[in-house]
């Protein structure tokens, strides 16, 4: 851990495209976390996010770190060329602000490596600064732009533009200072993408263990009484964006046939479908109405009481499409639970099938439902599993994870440590 008077105090531009508050959502809580986890030890933190939609102040101070929103706002992903021009504004005004804040940040931080690094790290090599590249997903490395903007371009354009992203970001990921893997299936895939091992570093997300725990039979059944939870059911949580990429269709579909065989289910969902691209929540809620689900699912919407809604819940079902390093998972093991979710993203280095958790396929209405049974004749076994649940994320805590990012960013600017340093200004 940094402690004052070591080192110069590191400062840092955290850039990313959506942050807490008021995004509420796993990597936007990750995020949030950790910067104020590297300002709590001795950094510096700004973060550079895109603006929202209502819109929220454009420069603020939440506790010591600085943050500052820029348009555009609104959804951009599956926009196609109707994206382009939003897309390359927003480039030339993060542009201007990392220009103009050279004198008051050693190391920047990108959040994902589709669009922001293709300004980011030619800007680093040519100002001398330091660039940490963390990809998000494994799906970010496989698709440049995305399949629905891809859909809504000319065929032979929208291959042309591409191709010739896809070979600028190889170039640009490649000379990032670190990149930083969430997960083994990312380590491999940026090997394969001819990225040298000694700028690979494997960092997970994180969770703060402390909020995310296991709570004694007699706070549980209290605290679900207090959540308007049934006393008398098995609570299943499903907790993330609504969105057609987390499967939540194909469970909410698959309900109705477990219902038949384990009529105490209770199915509870949380979060929101607003802010993504692939929107399932008015489809998933019609049809819950239309085949009189009421009764046995809730939709709670977004919260930021999640780490309660967790605790109070029997079993964790996450039947996304893809996944880098789900939070919502560790969360979930955190917290002691079963779970169930499939073989991707990190879920397959966490898992360990039948000891703490359950795995299945994606895109696989049969396996899902299989993996559930799987998981509710095993009740008996449910303690057993939430131990090994809680002890397979230890290592994931938020204390440890931000140790890491601090130490490997003082690593890089260890060459100017010694030179002084200008006074800080946020972001």
């Known amino acids: 851990m940094h402690k004052p008077g070591l080192f110069p105090p590191l400062r840092v531009y955290w850039l990313t495209e959506a942050f807490y508050p008021p995004i509420v959502g796993g990597q936007e809580m990750f995020a949030a976390n950790l910067v104020h986890a590297l300002a709590d030890r001795g950094a510096t933190v700004n973060v550079i996010t895109r603006q929202t939609n209502p819109a929220a102040p454009a420069a603020e101070r939440i506790g010591a770190v600085g943050v500052r929103r820029i348009s555009p706002a609104g959804i951009l992903k599956g926009k196609g060329w109707a994206a382009a021009f939003p897309l390359i504004s927003y480039l030339m005004r993060l542009t201007w602000l990392l220009l103009k804040g050279l004198r008051y940040y050693d190391v920047v931080i990108v959040s994902g490596v589709k669009i922001m690094p293709l300004i980011v790290v030619p800007l680093c090599l040519l100002t001398g600064k330091k660039c940490i590249l963390r990809v998000e997903s494994f799906f970010e490395l496989q698709e440049t732009v995305s399949t629905e903007s891809l859909q809504s371009m000319d065929r032979l354009s929208g291959h042309l533009v591409v191709a010739i992203i896809d070979r600028i970001r190889r170039w640009v990921i490649a000379r990032g200072s670190a990149v930083i893997a969430i997960s083994s299936e990312i380590q491999t895939g940026l090997r394969l993408r001819g990225i040298p091992d000694d700028r690979i570093h494997r960092i997970p997300n994180a969770v703060d263990l402390r909020k995310f725990r296991p709570?004694?039979?007699?706070?549980?059944?209290?605290?679900?009484?207090?959540?308007?939870?049934?006393?008398?059911?098995t609570v299943v949580i499903f907790s993330g964006r609504l969105s057609r990429a987390k499967g939540l269709?194909?469970?909410?579909?698959?309900?109705?046939?477990?219902?038949?065989?384990?009529?105490?289910?209770?199915?509870?969902?949380?979060?929101?479908?607003?802010?993504?691209?692939?929107?399932?929540?008015?489809?998933?809620?019609?049809?819950?109405?239309?085949?009189?689900?009421?009764?046995?699912?809730m939709f709670y919407g977004e919260s930021d009481r999640v780490h309660e809604l967790l605790q109070a819940s029997d079993l964790f079902v996450f039947p996304t499409e893809y996944e880098g390093f789900s939070l919502a998972?560790?969360?979930?093991?955190?917290?002691?639970?079963?779970?169930?979710?499939?073989?991707?993203?990190?879920?397959?280095?966490?898992?360990?099938q039948g000891l703490n958790g359950f795995l299945f396929p994606p895109k696989d209405p049969e396996a899902l439902v299989s993996a559930l049974e799987s998981a509710l004749q095993q009740r008996s076994r449910w303690s057993e599993?939430?131990?090994?649940a809680r002890a397979s994320v230890l290592v994931f805590d938020l204390a440890t994870v931000a140790d890491r990012y601090l130490k490997l960013s003082l690593a890089l600017t260890s060459t100017a440590s010694g030179e002084p340093r200008e006074p800080v200004e946020p972001a």
């Open 215 to 233: 709570l004694p039979a007699v706070d549980k059944a209290a605290l679900r009484a207090s959540l308007g939870l049934p006393a008398d059911r």
């Open 329 to 352: 998972l560790v969360e979930a093991l955190g917290s002691a639970l079963p779970v169930v979710v499939t073989a991707v993203g990190a879920a397959p280095d966490l898992i360990e």
């Open 249 to 297: 269709q194909m469970l909410v579909e698959a309900w109705p046939r477990l219902l038949k065989q384990h009529p105490d289910l209770y199915l509870l969902i949380v979060g929101s479908g607003k802010l993504s691209f692939d929107n399932c929540e008015d489809a998933v809620k019609g049809f819950v109405r239309e085949h009189a689900l009421s009764d046995d699912v």
């Open 385 to 388: 599993i939430a131990a090994a």
